[in-house]
């Protein structure tokens, strides 16, 4: 037996007769950039986060920095998140000149320890970005307590999480403003870059939309300093198909990570992924954690099992932003960073693949 990572190809195979006449038709109309299709495909998308908005830009990256923009924020100000998020979240704190500040990770969640975010909070803090990482909700009534007391802006970074429910609130509802990617591998992806904010507060949408097309709010008037970042008409026929179908995919990731636990859950020493009450992770990714994580690596690939590392090196230990913290500064970050590896988690993964993969994982520890 094989086991990719994930499998794109054979996903598109089952969208193949929908999607290829979506293209064409946006081919055959002309309108590349907005239009009538984007728009179909932003209401959609908000409606699916339970926003009353949502906006498309280039990628996710740009969805974060567009959200920070809109919220005001900029040089001389602080914006805490985890040191054990994708590059990306930190990255777009300081592309608007605001300051990453950084909080080390929760062992048990992987999340954010919320229980220091208070102590890194200055009079220079404006916001607050939460990462629900590897499709997890993060535990977001504690922080939405503390942004409220010291008036903070929340922006929920949701890349790996679309669908993803806490207490019943789906991610991309819950703070002020939130930004998710659509890059190919993500739980939605395009087929190409794409991204998106949602909000359920008009002002931020409009700022979001207007920073994202040159801070044009209306033709030739160009408001204040913008970019451009859009979803393209193709991206969002391609998304708008996919939507249709996310429910079913995230239920299917749901039941290979119960495979997954009914055949490692008893393993010492290894550590799964914890469903939380309340939480409704959707398993972007399936990161088990052990201190043999070497002789799984190697196991895994005799056995011909895709895996992948999210990620190996914390935020603060790469060279762009060591000046973020000193080695030993996020002792929990940089362990867990050791010790963590992702298995193959896709919705075309049969329950056979999953128990080889746990069998696998049994036999090298
Ligand atoms: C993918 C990702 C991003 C960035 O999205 P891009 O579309 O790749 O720019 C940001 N944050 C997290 C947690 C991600 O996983």
Redesign the pocket.
Known sequence: MQVPFLDLRTQFKSLRDEIIPAVTDIMERGAFVGGPALADFEKAFAEFCGADFAVGC???????QLALRAGGIGVGDEVITAAN??V??VE?IALTGATPVLVDMDPATYHLDISQIEAAITPKTRAIIP???YGDPVDMDPILEIARRKFLLVIE?S??SHGATYHGRPCGSMGDIS?F???PG?NLGAYG???AITTSRDDLAQMVRQIGDHGSPKKFTHDKLGTNSRLDAIQAVVLKAKLGHIKQWNENRRAIAATYREHMGDIDGLFLPEEREGHKSVY?LYVIRSAKVKDIDEALKKADIGFGYHYPVPVHLQDAFKHLGEPGRFPEAEKGAREILSLPMFPEMSKEQAIYVAQTVRSAI
């Open positions: 280039g990628n996710g990256t740009d969805a974060l998020t994708f990306a979240t777009a990462v629900h990482l970074d890349a790996q930004g990617s659509f890059y993500k870059d794409g991204g972007h």
